[in-house]
T-cell receptor, first 116, second 116 residues
Framework: DTGVSQDPRHKITKRGQNVTFRCDPISEHNRLYWYRQTLGQGPEFLTYFQNEAQLEKSRLLSDRFSAERPKGSFSTLEIQRTEQGDSAMYLC??????????????FGPGTRLTVL | AQSVTQPDIHITVSEGASLELRCNYSYGATPYLFWYVQSPGQGLQLLLKYFSGDTLVQGIKGFEAEFKRSQSSFNLRKPSVHWSDAAEYFCAVGGRRGGATNKLIFGTGTLLAIQP
């Protein structure tokens, strides 16, 4: 069990550019979550996958954001035409999933995005 | 509406002193409750969780928390803090039993500083 990993750890980009982040969950975890955390705040839910199906999206996830989990393993989060307001820490979490009465989310180290 | 309140934004305690971090929640059903800790620039580490049963739960690093349904609280405690406990602490609620999603709702966090 190597834990949840995220890549890159830091990303600096110019406004208007596209960025993509990757998350590798704990192996055999069926559920994968994306959260966004801005300075001084707790993480806020963005979206959730059960295997490859994206089952829920927050209203925070504007049309410029898209997430995929094509084979039910790793996931990518893409932000198109970045804005300064997108600057935040993007956190990924995974959990065992359906059927687990005590489902617990384990978080990765996050990707820190800075939009100049 | 579901929410989590952490009334204390910043707390300073002396090394060796006891600690209590407050958490109040609003949730329509019996909640799952969590405490996570975050070191600067890092992801979240799970300290402990409550799903059911004994209302006093033990976690890692000597932390414990008590679920009080009548007060809608889930306060975190530690009898004697160490300098390495300096970090930000987040309370979270979530997990509809048998539900399709398990997204977490976080409080705004409490930043803990330790005085030598």
């Amino acid at each position: 069990d190597t834990g949840v990993s995220q890549d890159p750890r830091h990303k600096i980009t110019k406004r208007g550019q596209n960025v993509t982040f990757r998350c590798d969950p704990i192996s055999e975890h069926n559920r994968l979550y994306w959260y966004r955390q801005t300075l001084g705040q707790g993480p806020e839910f963005l979206t959730y996958f059960q295997n490859e199906a994206q089952l829920e999206k927050s209203r925070l996830l504007s049309d410029r954001f898209s997430a995929e989990r094509p084979k039910g393993s790793f996931s990518t989060l893409e932000i198109q035409r970045t804005e300064q307001g997108d600057s935040a820490m993007y956190l990924c979490a995974s959990s065992l999933g359906a059927g687990q009465s005590t489902d617990t989310q384990y978080f990765g180290p996050g990707t820190r995005l800075t939009v100049l | 509406a579901q929410s989590v309140t952490q009334p204390d934004i910043h707390i300073t305690v002396s090394e060796g002193a006891s600690l209590e971090l407050r958490c109040n929640y609003s949730y329509g059903a019996t909640p799952y409750l969590f405490w996570y800790v975050q070191s600067p620039g890092q992801g979240l580490q799970l300290l402990l969780k409550y799903f059911s049963g004994d209302t006093l739960v033990q976690g890692i690093k000597g932390f414990e928390a008590e679920f009080k349904r009548s007060q809608s609280s889930f306060n975190l405690r530690k009898p004697s803090v160490h300098w390495s406990d300096a970090a930000e602490y987040f309370c979270a609620v979530g997990g509809r039993r048998g539900g399709a999603t398990n997204k977490l709702i976080f409080g705004t966090g409490t930043l803990l500083a330790i005085q030598p």
